[in-house]
């Protein structure tokens, strides 16, 4: 005899993991249940046959915490086999607690499957959702965004939104349902029309005007863009009805970028003030490091410091405190400038590359070098610098930073020692890097940390002779 079994919602694993727990103390193969779904408020069991009564002496189920992960993803999809396909893979769990395991079984391959494209929905409403604001009867502002899931989501990312939108009334439809927040309060609403949604509102334009200003032609592939973003999404996101334009000139931007070597040929428009370099580098997006999500890092210093030194990059403890050189290279630095008497507070110190580049490694963010494009895409903010400051001279540490001042790539080694004239008239020299004698050991260690505190020796020797 079959088993019928109606579950309050799609979306309502609760509701499937109870008849789930029961089903299994009782004894009833996957065969024997006839899962369906309905929308209404009545009894979980309210149709077909009765939940048949576990003994007494039935054992609790087995299941495994992988399992209950992909299950509360996957019973959010729209496959009407769902519930059949979860119950079959539970009850095999009984017997073969390792299953989840087996990469090879197609049962537990097609949850996985069902769990990753609930994920990727999920993450799409997060990313593609826009709010618009109404005016309530009240006088209070509401925002209100129209979405259309592919997946039974809407109540699964309700309580992000809350989390995320605490301070703001705002209301969420779809077709399926709706969700309401009033600052404390989580309730539901009937399924809507797009009709129902507010179809713009005055903010719409700054968001566009800014939308267009980050656009990075430098970064553009037309295909992993669509891939992230379907064309699908873009009908409800008032900044889509810009990408047409910008893509079409986005070559001709890459290449005027590309030949000034910088952000922009706008000479006029550079930064009159360090503190102003310092707010616009933090609105940099013009690279794939300015990208990742890491703060800018601009330099600090003397503004009329004759001796200005320049690094590669901040690293993990720079872009976490928004200072340069204040890890382990940093520390190294000042103290072997302490040793040769220049005074860290009459330099300005600063990167040739503004933000940090790294790769994650569990917790820990490993640094990677700067490609060459990278460093000649932030020169520009590091000769804004250099035309505020007007240093006499110009210490480069490694060869990044000396692609940053010369606009080419030239050996570290060769080239240490041997003072050369910049475009401005200033002093540039050369040396390696701190970091670099970091990563030594012994003997090598100390060889190279010798050159490195002769190098600033004679740096010091020469600001001497500069000075007025």
Known sequence: MTVAITLDAPDDFDGWRDAARRLLMAGVAPDQIAWSEQGG???????GTAMPEPPASAPQPRVSAKFLQLAKSAILHVDKERFSLLYAVLWRLQQSPRLMDDAADTAVRRIELLARTVRRDIHKMRAFLRFREVAEPDGNERFVAWFEPEHHILRANAGFFARRFTQMRWSILTPQGAIHWDGTTLC??????????????????????YYASIF???????????????????????????IPEMVAGAQAREARMIEAGSMTADDELRPEGLSDVAEAIQACRRCAIGCNGTRAVAGEGQKSASLMIVGEQPGDKEELQGRPFVGPAGQLLRSHLNDTGIDMNATYITNAVKHFKFAPRGKVRLHQTPTAGEIDHC?????SERAIVRPRLVLALGASAARGLLGKTVSVQKERGQPSALEDGSELWITTHPSYLLRLRDQARETEELRFADDLRRVAERLVEMAP
């Open 41 to 47: 408020e009545g009894d979980l069991f309210s149709a």
């Open 216 to 242: 990075n032609p430098a970064r553009l592939k037309m295909g992993a863009m669509l891939k992230e973003m379907p064309r699908k999404y873009w009908k409800n996101m008032p900044e889509a009805a810009l």
């Open 379 to 383: 020169r520009w903010w590091l000769e």
């Open 188 to 209: 539901e609403g009937p399924p809507a029309r797009k009709e129902d949604a507010p179809g713009g509102d005055p903010i719409e334009a700054l968001w566009g005007k």
